[in-house]
């Protein structure tokens, strides 16, 4: 365990013209955890995704990242082309939609390869063999790595994703509603998957959901989302179990028992 | 003897703000420590507080006032204003919890499911699930189920799971929530001798039981948690 955070945002907002994107928000991550951003539709916690994630630039406040050397690094401040490197090497964004993080037309194969020769790797048996390997760990057969992901069903399409973002061994994973549009059935599997994977590699994640049995499985930490500001957050079990905000109580309440 | 666990002062209420922002008090001024090698079981009847003393301790509820201090690896922290990094190592390391109901994640084994707290210290998976077996058939559970997940289990076998889920590791503090709620005459006899043995391992436990035999078996004294009743203060 380290004592410093792989990850300090501060005071960071996000205005689109005279509307709150996201609005002071301050946090820090460290490696291995998993924080849940949770808040419904509009509540910002996208557009703060896209802020840490350098997708989108921020008003104000400051981001800074941990880089392999051990120096923290303001991401803002960074160069284009050292930002592109991060997320293709350092980071792994998945989408809610995989169609947005895949691409459609090359094979499954290439999908997860492509990822490696972008940090250098040229030796295709290699290339290919890490492939299959990745494939199997996501519950993918290896007979299957020539498709291309549009013959994918939704829940194999998201486990590709998951795939390509991870084979370059990423330190911080963002993933934005990671199992919203999947079947209640698909939807465990890929939890399981995810919550072992997490666990295994030891990675940092933050996961946008509005689904609190999703942030309850997968994450140590949880920031609750209202217009744009951050109204609660804690260890994921105490805000669920004993919810402070008003809008959190509400939340919490509204959970289908089944 | 040592004495990990000192509670002081501690009140908690919960704000229900969806009923106009009424105010339920739960309990206050709760005072008490408990030494290594003991056994102190909350007392008193259903309402009272016992849970949520319990949970506060395990930092899964808000402390309103008063301090937890819990010794930690080297030190002593405040579990009441921890900052949450800090309540997971507790919790990984120093305070083990048995609940009175388990939460299953889809498709992981019971065995899984018990070795899971011996993994995250550090354990050898294969190591972990070994000893995870020795526990679940000293609890006799059926070993036809341990590859299954538990989430269709009954009370019982649910229960004897997360009994050794919390038992499998060696926190220095284990919490119990009614671990022999569901549980018949001879696993009720297993329970009392795991917590026999965590008592001779110098383990400072911290119950609720109102099964009357067991209490007698494990027991060294009681809290009577209605001396900290929020009520009789605010009435």
Known sequence: MTDEPLLRVSALSKFYGSRVGCENVTFDLWPGEVLAVVGESGSGKTTLLNCLSTRLLPSSGTASYRMRDGQFRELYRMSEAERRFLMRTDWGFVHQNPADGLRMTVSAGANVGERLMAVGDRHYGKIRATAVDWLSRVEIDEDRIDDEPRAFSGGMRQRLQIARNLVTGPRLVFMDEPTGGLDVSVQARLLDLLRGLVTDLGLAAIVVTHDLAVARLLSQRMMVMKDGRVVESGLTDRVLDDPRAPYTQLLVSSILQV | ?235
């Open chain 2, 1 to 235: 003897m040592a004495t990990p666990l000192v509670v002081s002062d501690v009140a908690k209420s919960f704000i229900m703000h969806l009923r106009d922002g009424i105010k339920l008090p739960v309990v206050t001024g709760v005072s008490f420590s408990i030494r290594s090698g003991e056994c102190a079981v909350l007392g008193g009847p259903s309402g009272a507080g016992k849970s949520s003393i319990l949970k506060m301790l395990y930092g899964n509820y808000a402390v309103d006032e008063g301090q937890i201090i819990v010794q930690h690896e080297d030190g002593l922290i405040d579990l009441a204003t921890a900052s949450p990094r800090t309540v997971l190592a507790v919790r990984r390391l120093t305070i083990g919890y048995v609940s009175q109901f388990l939460r299953t994640v889809p498709r992981v084994s019971a065995l899984d499911v018990v070795a899971e707290p011996l993994v995250q210290r550090g354990a050898d998976r294969e190591a972990a699930r070994n000893k995870a077996r020795a526990l679940l058939a000293q609890l006799n559970l059926p070993e036809k189920l341990w590859m299954l997940p538990p989430a269709t289990f009954s009370g019982g076998e649910q229960q004897r799971v997360n009994i050794a889920r919390g038992f499998i590791t060696e926190h220095p503090i284990l919490l119990l929530d009614e671990p022999t709620a569901s549980l018949d005459a001879r696993n009720r006899d297993v329970v009392i001798g795991l917590i026999a043995a965590k008592k001779a391992a110098g383990v400072a436990l911290l119950g609720i039981c109102h099964n009357h035999d067991v209490r007698e078996a494990v027991a060294d004294r009681v809290i009577d948690v209605t001396a900290f009743a929020a009520g009789k203060i605010a009435a």
